[in-house]
Protein backbone atom coordinates (compact mmCIF):
# COMPACT_ATOMS: atom_id res chain seq x y z
CA UNK A 1 0.00 0.00 0.00
CA UNK A 2 0.75 3.09 -0.85
CA UNK A 3 2.07 5.63 1.63
CA UNK A 4 -0.96 7.83 1.06
CA UNK A 5 -3.27 4.98 1.25
CA UNK A 6 -1.20 3.53 4.59
CA UNK A 7 -2.29 7.26 5.85
CA UNK A 8 -6.09 7.22 4.71
CA UNK A 9 -5.94 3.58 6.75
CA UNK A 10 -4.91 4.75 9.76
CA UNK A 11 -7.38 8.06 9.69
CA UNK A 12 -10.31 5.69 8.96
CA UNK A 13 -8.80 2.94 11.76
CA UNK A 14 -8.75 6.40 14.52
CA UNK A 15 -12.57 7.57 13.28
CA UNK A 16 -13.18 3.83 13.84
CA UNK A 17 -11.77 3.56 17.26
CA UNK A 18 -13.23 7.05 18.49
CA UNK A 19 -16.69 5.76 17.25
CA UNK A 20 -16.21 2.55 19.57
CA UNK A 21 -15.15 4.20 22.24
CA UNK A 22 -18.42 6.39 22.19
CA UNK A 23 -20.96 3.82 21.27
CA UNK A 24 -22.12 0.33 20.79
CA UNK A 25 -20.28 -1.06 17.73
CA UNK A 26 -24.05 -1.97 16.77
CA UNK A 27 -24.71 2.04 15.79
CA UNK A 28 -21.64 2.43 13.96
CA UNK A 29 -22.06 2.38 10.03
CA UNK A 30 -19.54 2.77 7.44
CA UNK A 31 -21.18 6.38 6.42
CA UNK A 32 -20.01 7.59 10.28
CA UNK A 33 -16.99 6.25 9.89
CA UNK A 34 -16.38 8.23 6.74
CA UNK A 35 -18.16 11.22 8.33
CA UNK A 36 -16.05 11.48 11.27
CA UNK A 37 -12.50 10.59 8.96
CA UNK A 38 -13.77 13.97 7.35
CA UNK A 39 -13.59 11.42 3.98
CA UNK A 40 -15.73 10.54 0.92
CA UNK A 41 -17.66 7.05 1.71
CA UNK A 42 -16.71 5.83 -1.53
CA UNK A 43 -12.77 6.22 -0.10
CA UNK A 44 -14.25 4.04 3.44
CA UNK A 45 -15.48 1.27 0.66
CA UNK A 46 -12.27 0.93 -0.71
CA UNK A 47 -10.59 -0.49 2.21
CA UNK A 48 -13.72 -1.88 4.09
CA UNK A 49 -16.55 -3.59 2.58
CA UNK A 50 -18.52 -3.22 5.69
CA UNK A 51 -17.93 -2.41 9.62
CA UNK A 52 -17.10 -5.34 10.39
CA UNK A 53 -13.80 -5.59 8.10
CA UNK A 54 -13.32 -1.64 9.79
CA UNK A 55 -13.19 -3.52 13.29
CA UNK A 56 -11.26 -6.60 12.10
CA UNK A 57 -8.60 -3.65 10.39
CA UNK A 58 -9.08 -2.24 14.28
CA UNK A 59 -8.03 -5.48 16.22
CA UNK A 60 -5.48 -5.86 14.70
CA UNK A 61 -3.54 -2.62 14.59
CA UNK A 62 -3.99 -2.85 18.64
CA UNK A 63 -2.24 -6.18 18.49
CA UNK A 64 0.46 -5.08 16.56
CA UNK A 65 1.19 -2.40 18.78
CA UNK A 66 0.43 -4.70 21.86
CA UNK A 67 3.20 -7.38 20.08
CA UNK A 68 5.74 -4.13 19.42
CA UNK A 69 5.37 -3.40 22.77
CA UNK A 70 6.22 -7.08 23.85
CA UNK A 71 9.62 -7.51 21.95
CA UNK A 72 10.67 -4.14 23.43
CA UNK A 73 13.59 -4.19 26.71
CA UNK A 74 11.76 -4.83 30.03
CA UNK A 75 12.49 -2.51 32.68
CA UNK A 76 13.29 -3.31 35.36
CA UNK A 77 14.31 -6.65 35.09
CA UNK A 78 11.44 -9.34 36.74
CA UNK A 79 13.32 -11.03 39.67
CA UNK A 80 10.72 -14.11 39.23
CA UNK A 81 8.35 -15.13 36.91
CA UNK A 82 5.72 -14.40 39.14
CA UNK A 83 6.72 -11.02 38.96
CA UNK A 84 7.12 -11.26 34.98
CA UNK A 85 3.39 -12.69 34.97
CA UNK A 86 2.44 -9.62 37.12
CA UNK A 87 3.77 -6.95 35.49
CA UNK A 88 2.28 -7.87 32.17
CA UNK A 89 -1.21 -8.36 33.58
CA UNK A 90 -0.52 -4.66 34.80
CA UNK A 91 0.87 -3.37 31.60
CA UNK A 92 -2.01 -5.30 29.60
CA UNK A 93 -4.86 -3.48 31.71
CA UNK A 94 -3.02 -0.26 31.37
CA UNK A 95 -3.12 -0.53 27.31
CA UNK A 96 -6.92 -1.85 27.37
CA UNK A 97 -8.08 0.83 30.15
CA UNK A 98 -6.20 3.77 28.08
CA UNK A 99 -7.92 2.27 24.55
CA UNK A 100 -11.47 2.22 25.38
CA UNK A 101 -12.23 0.50 21.85
CA UNK A 102 -9.96 -1.83 22.09
CA UNK A 103 -11.57 -3.03 25.77
CA UNK A 104 -14.73 -3.27 23.81
CA UNK A 105 -13.51 -4.94 20.53
CA UNK A 106 -11.62 -7.61 23.06
CA UNK A 107 -13.70 -7.89 25.99
CA UNK A 108 -17.68 -7.01 24.47
CA UNK A 109 -20.21 -9.91 24.63
CA UNK A 110 -21.24 -8.52 20.75
CA UNK A 111 -17.70 -8.97 18.85
CA UNK A 112 -17.41 -10.79 16.01
CA UNK A 113 -16.10 -14.27 14.66
CA UNK A 114 -13.82 -12.14 12.85
CA UNK A 115 -12.68 -9.97 15.78
CA UNK A 116 -12.73 -12.88 17.74
CA UNK A 117 -10.39 -14.96 15.75
CA UNK A 118 -8.08 -11.99 15.21
CA UNK A 119 -7.83 -11.20 18.88
CA UNK A 120 -6.86 -15.22 19.50
CA UNK A 121 -4.44 -15.34 16.85
CA UNK A 122 -2.74 -12.61 18.63
CA UNK A 123 -3.25 -14.02 21.99
CA UNK A 124 -0.97 -16.87 20.73
CA UNK A 125 1.73 -14.62 19.48
CA UNK A 126 1.43 -13.26 22.89
CA UNK A 127 2.03 -16.17 24.59
CA UNK A 128 5.27 -17.40 22.21
CA UNK A 129 7.00 -14.28 22.87
CA UNK A 130 6.09 -14.46 26.58
CA UNK A 131 7.66 -18.03 26.41
CA UNK A 132 10.47 -16.39 24.47
CA UNK A 133 11.28 -14.27 27.33
CA UNK A 134 10.80 -16.57 30.64
CA UNK A 135 13.25 -19.44 28.48
CA UNK A 136 15.94 -16.36 27.79
CA UNK A 137 15.78 -15.16 31.29
CA UNK A 138 15.02 -17.77 33.51
CA UNK A 139 16.73 -20.93 34.07
CA UNK A 140 13.65 -22.94 33.00
CA UNK A 141 13.97 -26.60 33.09
CA UNK A 142 12.94 -28.79 30.53
CA UNK A 143 9.15 -27.64 29.70
CA UNK A 144 7.76 -28.58 26.09
CA UNK A 145 4.27 -27.53 26.62
CA UNK A 146 5.59 -23.79 28.80
CA UNK A 147 3.81 -22.10 25.59
CA UNK A 148 0.56 -23.86 26.05
CA UNK A 149 0.63 -23.06 29.88
CA UNK A 150 1.25 -19.73 28.88
CA UNK A 151 -1.31 -19.79 26.48
CA UNK A 152 -4.27 -20.96 28.52
CA UNK A 153 -3.29 -18.39 31.23
CA UNK A 154 -3.72 -15.51 29.13
CA UNK A 155 -7.58 -17.10 27.98
CA UNK A 156 -7.98 -17.32 32.19
CA UNK A 157 -6.98 -13.62 31.91
CA UNK A 158 -9.04 -12.74 29.41
CA UNK A 159 -12.06 -14.20 30.87
CA UNK A 160 -11.41 -12.44 34.30
CA UNK A 161 -11.17 -9.05 32.33
CA UNK A 162 -14.18 -9.39 30.20
CA UNK A 163 -16.22 -10.35 34.05
CA UNK A 164 -14.84 -6.81 34.43
CA UNK A 165 -15.77 -5.17 31.41
CA UNK A 166 -19.27 -6.63 31.40
CA UNK A 167 -19.74 -5.11 35.35
CA UNK A 168 -17.34 -1.88 35.17
CA UNK A 169 -16.89 -1.26 31.31
CA UNK A 170 -13.31 -1.12 32.62
CA UNK A 171 -10.47 -3.58 34.27
CA UNK A 172 -10.75 -2.80 37.91
CA UNK A 173 -7.82 -3.04 39.96
CA UNK A 174 -9.99 -5.87 42.03
CA UNK A 175 -10.09 -7.68 39.07
CA UNK A 176 -6.93 -6.76 37.79
CA UNK A 177 -5.31 -8.24 40.81
CA UNK A 178 -7.59 -11.64 40.46
CA UNK A 179 -6.37 -11.81 37.20
CA UNK A 180 -2.79 -12.01 38.65
CA UNK A 181 -3.82 -14.58 41.32
CA UNK A 182 -5.30 -16.90 38.36
CA UNK A 183 -2.57 -16.70 36.25
CA UNK A 184 0.06 -17.51 38.23
CA UNK A 185 -1.90 -19.75 40.75
CA UNK A 186 -2.54 -21.51 36.94
CA UNK A 187 1.55 -21.71 36.08
CA UNK A 188 1.78 -22.83 39.44
CA UNK A 189 1.01 -26.33 38.67
CA UNK A 190 3.64 -26.66 36.26
CA UNK A 191 6.38 -24.37 36.69
CA UNK A 192 8.98 -24.72 40.19
CA UNK A 193 8.28 -21.78 42.66
CA UNK A 194 11.72 -20.70 42.34
CA UNK A 195 13.65 -20.52 39.53
CA UNK A 196 16.96 -18.59 39.42
CA UNK A 197 17.80 -16.06 36.84
CA UNK A 198 20.17 -17.47 33.67
CA UNK A 199 23.50 -15.56 34.31
CA UNK A 200 24.66 -13.22 31.79
Request: with cysteine; net charge positive; aromatic share 8%.
Amino acid sequence: MRKRGRERLHLLLDATAELLAERLDEDISLAQIAERADVPLASVYHFFPNRNAAFVALAQRYHEDIAARARGPVHPPPPSWQEYIANNQKVGAAYLNRNPAALRLFMGAGVSVEVRNTDLSGNAELARQRTAYLRATFDMPNMPDLEKWVAVSIALVDGIWALSYSLHRSITPEYLAESIRCATVYLRCYLPEIVERRRP
